[in-house]
């Protein structure tokens, strides 16, 4: 399991997170444009982007909207949520992706590979058979590359294709 998921742009990845002005969970969260962003779903109370440095294609990031929360910390509201934005982020991934399997989980500080600790998320990684062959490596942290645009809008579609789910009870 560690060694499938080793990947080595992430020492890259943790070293400029510290350099990166604020929390790129609250920037997103506060800015309007979903795409320069990489958000794909906004709920009530938390929200879900792709993650800027992937272990795989499609890796999603679900975050409550308050900072300096984690795991342990949650309100039941905010657990709730992110729990159900994580099955519709599992659904929108087998819409467009069809991954053979899931990783599901939170990184609880620098040890054990948080890159971002001040701001809680979980992450929702899909799966191949051999994919730790052809993960890409993205090196820049300014730019976003286009694959990631594209990976947004495919989900965002596929998410918003889904009215009624449990990640939008209201529509
Ligand atoms: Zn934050």
């Not at 109370?45 to 499609?58: I, T």
């Not at 975050?63 to 929108?92: K, M, N």
Request: aromatic share 8%.
């Amino acid at each position: 399991m560690t060694e499938r998921l080793w990947a080595p742009w992430r020492l890259e990845y943790v070293q400029n997170a510290d350099a990166q002005e604020g929390c790129v969970f609250c920037v997103a969260a506060a800015a309007d444009d979903d795409e320069a962003h990489l958000v794909v779903h906004r709920g009530e109370r938390a929200f879900v982007l792709l993650n800027k440095f992937p272990y795989a294609s499609g890796h999603l990031l679900v975050a409550p909207y308050r900072h300096g929360l984690d795991f342990d910390d949650l309100a039941d509201e905010e657990a709730l949520e992110i729990h159900r934005l994580g099955a519709a982020g599992l659904a929108a991934l087998r819409t467009v992706y069809r991954p053979e399997g899931f990783n599901l989980g939170w990184n609880i500080g620098r040890i054990a590979g948080a890159g971002i600790p001040g701001h809680g998320h979980l992450h929702v990684v899909p799966r191949w058979s051999g994919d730790t062959n052809f993960m890409p490596v993205l090196a820049d942290v300014r730019v976003i590359p286009e694959h990631l645009v594209a990976t947004r809008r495919r989900l965002a579609e596929a998410w918003s294709a889904r009215p009624g789910t449990a990640a939008n009870p209201s529509e």
